[in-house]
């Protein structure tokens, strides 16, 4: 079987360069060659050749283990459930992994198969308050936790919004107006509206394939989420760029070609602004705030942890992990508009605003050359917009998170994956996945839209 490299693309999330195959003339992705029988951590020591490491560990099939256990190649800090425990009884319709649903070819596989075959970790459907179906992959567990990477800033978005309920945020105001660290920095000249939807014209660009580029150089170690050698050997203070927040406030300029509002174009950058700006209004740490404001109301299962950056700041951009079923949790706390069993989480008026779809943002999503084969409708407060009529949007992370919403059919679907690819834009894995959960959570519609709130 002959094989042809790709570079890793960007598309809706954080990621780095690393190197992948796709089988020539296959229709489904498929495994490095050279990985073909390895697997990562095996033996006691691990042989060298399983060894996962900094370096390697978002490499396919190295990711299989290392997403499972972020907290080995990554510095973190915990974020513990609260509260008694909801249950998700079931699974009641097991029968929903065997229904068939075309592959990126046309061909037909059972749902449980597509997902498998496209580098799922694990999927979880869920209706109502009732988990209808669970399957879990290569080893993965529901007592696991599994790096959400960019659904991350879906989360930091529902927390800032019991800040804009509260009165303590202009959402028309510059980020600066609240972190005067940013005057001088791209982010002045912007709206903190603007940064939610990722419209901030600034001029830095996530290059995943030059090694030189400001991505690879000095954000990405900054993050810690990215090897560089010697990076993890800075020290505050010798560098001028050490954490995140040195990174937004000194490195990134505005683009003056171009005025903030007028284009989409994502960038990781914009939810590290809005994770400083939930730690410096609230006075709490962000891992504190999402704590005590959403998890500890969830009623998780299990403790989540968060990633964090060079400076051991948590990273709003990319850092969550949870197991399945919690994350499944919050996606359903967000389709029933804030609430969670009888409580209320977050303001239902900011829940729904991210369904609010002007002409602006449909057309700033249309003028993105990157996304001119995809689905989405429109991004607004970090959130991937599919149909909001029918109350259809995602949480989206890097690899193949997905918290996939759909208010119409009372359904709420997620997956975690280690998807070779990284890119969500014109990566068939990926949009697999993703459309057969559509199909599947519209054969489950029972009321409606015009019932809909």
């Keep these: 079987m002959s094989s042809r490299p790709f570079a890793m693309l960007l598309s809706c ?8 195959v796709l089988a020539a003339g296959d229709s489904e992705p498929a495994a490095p060659a050279e990985f073909a029988e390895a697997r990562p951590m095996q033996g006691v020591p691990p042989s060298l050749a399983s060894q996962v490491t900094m370096k390697n560990y978002r490499d396919y099939p190295m990711s299989r283990w290392a997403f499972r256990n972020a907290g080995a190649p990554l510095h973190v800090v915990m974020i513990p459930r609260g509260g008694n425990i909801r249950s998700l009884p079931g699974p009641l319709r097991p029968e929903l992994g065997e229904r068939e649903y075309a592959d990126a070819s046309g061909n037909p596989q059972t749902f449980d198969q597509l997902f498998e075959a496209n580098y799922a970790d694990g999927v979880v459907i869920v209706q109502g308050s009732r988990l209808l179906h669970e399957t879990y992959f290569e080893g993965f567990r529901p007592d696991a936790q599994h790096i959400w990477f960019s659904m991350t800033k879906s989360l930091a978005s529902t927390a800032f919004g019991l800040l804009v309920e509260a009165g303590k945020v202009d959402l028309q ?10 005057r001088g920095s791209g982010f002045e000249r912007v709206t903190i509206q603007q940064v939610l939807d990722h419209r901030t014209a600034i001029d830095f660009h996530e290059n995943y394939t030059d090694p030189e580029s400001d991505f690879a150089r000095y954000y990405a170690p900054a993050l810690n989420l990215g090897w560089l050698p010697g990076a993890a050997d800075a020290q505050p203070g010798e560098d001028k760029i050490y954490g995140v927040h040195d990174f937004l406030a000194h490195f990134v300029k505005p683009d003056t070609a171009r005025e903030p509002g007028a284009a989409f174009d994502y960038n990781s950058s914009n939810a590290d602004v809005l994770g400083w700006l939930i730690a410096r209004i609230s006075g709490q740490s962000f891992q504190d705030f999402i704590r005590e ?18 400076a051991y700041m948590p990273v709003a951009t990319a850092g969550m ?28 008026r900011w829940v729904d605003a991210t369904l609010q779809i002007d002409d602006a943002l449909r057309a700033a999503m249309a003028a993105n050359p990157k996304y001119s084969g995809e689905p989405w409708l429109a991004y607004h407060n970090m959130w991937w917009v599919l149909d909001d009529a029918a109350g259809e949007y995602c949480a989206v992370g890097v690899y193949g998170q997905v918290i996939y919403i759909n208010r119409s059919a009372d359904t709420v679907i997620a997956w975690f994956s280690s998807q070779p690819q990284a890119s969500a834009a014109d990566n068939p894995a990926f949009r697999a996945k993703l459309q057969a959960a559509r199909e599947l959570a519209s054969s489950l519609i029972r009321k409606p839209l015009s019932a809909l709130p």
Aim: aromatic share 10%; hydrophobic share 45%.
């Design 13 to 20: 999330c954080l990621s780095f360069p690393v190197a992948a």
């Design 173 to 182: 105001a510059s980020p600066a107006k609240y972190i005067p660290e940013l």
């Design 293 to 310: 404001h959403i998890w500890a109301k969830l009623g998780a299962e299990h403790d989540a942890y968060v990633a964090v950056d060079r």
């Design 321 to 348: 992990n949870t197991t399945l079923r919690d994350a499944a949790r919050f996606g359903m706390m967000i389709r029933d508009r804030g609430e969670f069993g009888l409580e209320r989480v977050i303001p239902e």
